[in-house]
């Protein structure tokens, strides 16, 4: 059985993932702005997942039989600079995620909670990706530094990005 301690920290982490949720929208919101549609839809998309890794843990919470308890959202950053501005905080932002991640498998450890290190297991491998196809974006812009025709191909090569549900808790 998970401690109060573990449920408090999976419910803070639940919030994490539902304002990451809400700060991709802001960035999606951006770029749709901007015209630049295919970067649009690669945040509507990393949206959608950060609301699938929110449920995982909100479903894991129940399984285990403890209370999921809802916080306020804060209003994301509604107002950037450039893409590689958007890019580069959502590469921050993944990191610190991962550490926020690293902290409760820690904390699973330290209380001989196997379950719940088994149980973030598959989100210590989704931050290592999340982390990775944002750093290959921001190299990406890097490269191109503003040169409109590449920023276009990007974009084209961002709009195939779908939607692919996570196996449910
Ligand atoms: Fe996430
Ligand atoms: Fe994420």
């Not at 993944?94 to 290190?117: C, G, M, Q, V």
């Not at 750093?135 to 990406?140: A, C, M, S, T, V």
Request: aromatic share 12%.
């Amino acid at each position: 059985m998970a401690s109060e301690k573990m449920i408090k920290a999976l419910n803070e982490q639940l919030f994490k993932e539902l304002h990451s949720e809400y700060f991709y929208i802001s960035m999606e919101a951006y770029f749709s702005s901007q015209n630049l549609d295919g970067f649009a839809n690669f945040f509507n998309v990393q949206a959608q997942e950060e609301k699938a890794h929110a449920y995982k843990i909100f479903n894991y919470i129940h399984r285990i039989g403890g209370k999921v308890e809802l916080q306020a959202i804060p209003q994301p950053k509604i107002n950037f600079e450039s893409p590689q501005e958007v890019i580069q905080l959502a590469l921050e932002h993944e990191k610190f995620i991962t550490k926020s991640i690293h902290d409760i498998l820690a904390l699973a450890i330290d209380e001989r909670d196997y379950t719940t290190s088994a149980f973030l297991q598959w989100y210590i491998n989704e931050q290592a990706e999340e982390e990775e196809s944002m750093d290959k974006i921001l190299n990406k812009i890097k490269i191109l530094k503003g040169d409109p025709a590449g920023m276009l191909m990007l974009d084209a090569e961002l709009a195939k990005r779908v939607f692919v549900p996570i196996p449910a808790e």
